[in-house]
């Protein structure tokens, strides 16, 4: 099965949670690295993702909390959302 990884930016407009951490992160934007597998069955090329590592700094200078989450690519999802959603509370 071919796999690929992706290294991009999300920004996080408001305070979220991740499914499986207990923290509230602030709102940011984090270097993200993505993993992929190629869908084989279809006659087209398309990738499911199937994990994420959110690094929780925003810059390598930045002290602190050094973490990195690994999820699954719905949970990613999921957290994307809530970090972006229209509301003033951490969202659960």
Known sequence: MSRRTTIAKAAFHRPFRIEGYDDVFKPSVYAVETDEEMLEALSFAAYR?????????????????????????????????????DNDSPSE
């Open 49 to 85: 993702r199937t994990r994420a590592a959110i690094h929780l700094r925003r810059f390598e200078c930045e002290p602190g909390d050094g973490r990195t989450a690994i999820v699954a690519g719905l949970v990613f999802d999921a957290a994307l959302r809530r970090g972006r959603a």
